[in-house]
């Protein structure tokens, strides 16, 4: 649901499009000229803004320029009787999201609802990712040893390009972490990051949720959806898991990255994307298009460029850093004031096998924090299997 102004000097058209997307769920409210609608869009604080090209006094491009002086990230619908190419591109020129012509097709739900839907998750795919960029500035790949300086110089070289990416190795050693630091210092860093887990979905659902399903094309497909593809068009697409994607959807997908075009599940038209794939998984491939449950030629596709990330018992050099930044992440997040670890307690920590890689060292931290006696974390606060190893080293 989200809040959206309808400008409109036709109180008919302005009234049946506000109807119409109410019944869509959304909270709409109208303004008759664009003098209104700036007197009401510092109080409303839209989500989106729906205005007409073509009103007297102050024109909808008027007011797109003004909103966008002082809110620019303010999702804004252009919509004419009197479209062309040039008030289109003027439109957009501008700072509109999108363009749209009135007429009588405009107020049938699901052209209406396709349009504010594409603009609206657009904003919020960009604020995501806006997001996730801030958070990720400065500490893409967090260690200090050779394989970390290894990793860090394969990101800075593979970046720039639109190769695909293939990155291996077990569960939570960060290959997600390194996936989003391809995207974010590659030149497709103001586009979309889009993930799907390959895993994670049943294979009936899979194949609508990479290209999109039109509506009524399968029992619970109420409306036009797009798919990932869509959504990552001009930005980088991640397949998590890949090596669990079923051996029926694997041909379709290489048939996606051949021709560079989907196709709606239950659709005919074709629809060009402009993606970059990274793919992880903690599967070998190889092993897997030998025993016949991956494709070879997708597994050639993907790995264009292959990275192999090492598991943490392996970086051993890295802990010291990870435990630094998430003593640093629980501080912030809860309150915390602990000053850092005592020399025997990372000296334990870097003994550990860590099998489940980061993911489980960011939980002993965290449990630590919970439960400890100090503003110093001791051995005695951390729940790990040979406590007694730094102790009895230090007896000898």
């Known amino acids: ?29 109208v303004a008759a000229n664009p003098q209104v609608a700036l007197e009401q869009i510092t109080v409303l604080n839209p989500d989106l803004v729906i205005s007409d090209y073509k009103m007297p006094g102050m024109t909808g491009i008027d007011l797109l320029k003004v909103i966008k002086k002082d ?31 009135k007429g009588d097709n405009l107020t049938k739900s699901e052209i209406l609802e396709h349009a504010v839907n594409m603009v609206l998750d657009k904003y919020r795919f960009r604020q995501e990712n806006s997001a996730l960029k801030k958070r990720l500035v400065g500490k893409d790949f967090i260690g200090q040893g050779e394989k970390y300086i290894e990793l860090n110089k394969f990101v800075e070289t593979v970046a720039p390009t639109n190769a695909s990416v293939l990155i291996t190795g077990e569960s939570g050693v960060g290959k997600e972490v390194l996936a989003r630091a391809v995207h974010y210092q590659s030149l497709r860093a103001g586009g979309p990051f889009i993930k799907i887990n390959c895993a994670a979905l049943p294979e009936s659902l899979i194949e609508s949720e990479l290209f999109g399903h039109e509506k009524g094309s399968f029992t619970g497909a109420l409306k036009t959806r797009r798919g990932k593809f869509e959504l990552a068009d001009g930005g980088t697409l991640l397949l998590d898991e890949i090596g669990e994607m079923p051996l029926a959807m694997q041909s379709k997908l290489l048939r996606v990255l051949q021709e560079r075009v989907v196709v709606r599940v239950g659709g005919d038209d074709e629809i060009k994307v402009d993606v970059r794939l990274i793919c992880t998984t903690n599967r070998d491939l190889k092993n897997e298009v030998s025993k016949g449950t991956f494709r070879e030629d997708l597994y050639y596709r993907l790995s264009v460029v292959p990275l192999h990330v090492p598991p943490l018992r392996e970086r051993a050099e890295d802990i010291p850093p990870l435990v630094n930044y ?38 002993a931290v965290e449990r630590a924090m919970v439960f400890r006696k100090s503003s110093l974390l001791q051995i005695e606060d951390f729940d790990l299997e040979d406590k007694n190893v730094v102790k009895s080293k230090k007896r000898q």
Request: proline share 2%; aromatic share 8%; glycine share 6%.
């Open 71 to 101: 809110r620019p990230s303010q999702p804004f619908l252009m919509m004419t009787a009197f479209g062309t190419i040039e008030t289109a591109v003027e439109a957009l020129q501008n700072g509109a999201d999108h363009f749209i012509e």
């Open 1 to 29: 649901m989200a809040k959206i102004l309808v400008v409109d000097d036709e109180e008919i058209m302005r009234d049946m499009i506000a109807d119409t997307l109410e019944l869509s769920g959304h909270r709409c409210s």
């Open 326 to 363: 998430f003593i640093n992440k629980f501080n912030e997040e809860n309150g915390y004031a602990v000053e850092g670890s005592s020399d025997d307690a990372m000296e334990l920590l870097q003994k550990q096998k860590w099998q489940g890689n980061i993911r489980q060292l960011e939980n």
